[in-house]
């Protein structure tokens, strides 16, 4: 089979694994359906297919769009007079991510950057977008953060339905409105912030700066309001996504498997005590803002945002400030990934 049928034949994979995986309500669909594509083809046919490095990077521009366009006035302004306690918990969350990594490089043969990256609690695709120019292992942080969130979106209505059943209607949750195609302008819009952040994080020599810039400024053109209701594409953004996911299959091995099966035990461990420790956050943030223990406790699992807000929806919870607290933490998740790999390094010496 030829390279050109070849791309054809892993895209129409992609693309049914995909809304296959999104029906399951999977986050992040499209880029896990990938990366369980590119680990097949990995294991079936080693270094027969890459993503070209170009395409890579565009991908991670354009993921950086996605994630800056959730930055959203009216969702911020939910959190005017609760902006402490939310960043607090924010800032909580991922001490413990970070805690909980340095235990899992403890417990296993992991180095302090992978375990880190793997176990921080929020901005799932973005963090394995970039985990690979932080000098981490991309692969097993991908398979970390991936068993975090379906963790988080297997357990989460079944909490609800257990402890807030009587709650149920709502309104429909906030955010960035796209569709599939989008228009021009929104097009336009999405691949001229992705250049001029990636252009200018790249000159500023910023670490992994080719994700971080366009989500900092996509942030800053949303806030502003220049960019109207601005929604990056479905099909652009997507298509970044599996890029992103098909690069990290790509790279696996027979021995990266065998390390997955004795990092299984562990991990799921250590995701069970970060669940508990977000619903501990939950309780704080029921009694310092106005939010009921409901709306925290969506608020603060650690991942999983769009089952989350499937789940706020049916229970009538506030949508609006569980998109405004997931979708702050995501980006300060993101944002201070380097930073947070560059201190477990210094703790490692």
């Not at 070849?6 to 895209?11: D, E, H, Q, S, V």
Request: hydrophobic share 60%; glycine share 12%.
């Amino acid at each position: 089979m030829g390279r050109p049928a070849a791309w054809l034949g892993i895209a129409a994979g992609i693309v049914a694994g995909g809304e296959a995986l999104d029906l399951a309500g999977l986050p992040s669909s499209y880029l896990f359906a990938a990366m369980l594509i590119g680990l097949a083809l990995a294991l079936a046919r080693p270094g027969a297919l890459d993503v070209p490095p170009a395409a890579f990077r565009a991908s991670q521009a354009i993921a950086g769009v996605s994630l800056g366009a959730y930055l959203q006035s009216d969702a911020l302004r939910e959190l005017a007079g609760s902006w402490l306690p939310v960043a607090l918990v924010s800032l909580a969350t991922l001490l413990a991510s970070l805690a909980a990594g340095a235990l899992l490089a403890r417990l296993t043969p992991l180095d302090p950057p992978t375990a880190a990256l793997g176990l921080i609690a929020g901005g799932a695709s973005g963090i394995v977008g970039m985990s690979g120019e932080l000098g981490a292992d991309d692969r097993l942080v991908a398979f970390m953060q991936y068993l975090r969130v379906l963790v988080v979106v297997l357990t989460t209505p079944v909490v609800i339905a257990l402890f807030f059943g009587g709650h149920h209607g709502g309104g429909a949750p906030p955010g960035p409105e796209s569709s599939v195609f989008g228009g021009p302008a929104d097009w336009a819009l999405a691949i001229g912030l992705a250049l001029a952040g990636a252009l200018a994080a790249t000159r500023a020599r910023v670490t992994a700066g080719v994700l971080l810039g366009p989500m900092v400024l996509t942030g800053v053109v949303v806030l502003s309001g220049l960019a109207g209701d601005f929604a990056v594409p479905d099909l652009l953004a997507q298509t970044a996504f599996a890029l992103i996911g098909l690069q990290v299959g790509l790279r696996f091995t027979k021995s990266t498997l065998r390390m997955l099966g004795r990092l299984t035990g562990p991990v799921l461990a250590l995701i069970a005590a970060l669940l508990a420790f977000c619903f501990g956050l939950a309780v704080l943030l029921d009694a310092t803002t106005s939010a009921s223990l409901l709306d925290a406790y969506l608020a603060t699992t650690p991942g999983g945002l769009y089952a989350v807000l499937a789940v706020a929806f049916g229970a009538g919870a506030n949508t609006t400030f569980i998109v405004a607290v997931q979708s702050l933490r995501v980006l300060a998740m993101v944002l201070l990934a380097p930073l947070a790999v560059r201190w477990t390094l210094r703790l490692a010496r």
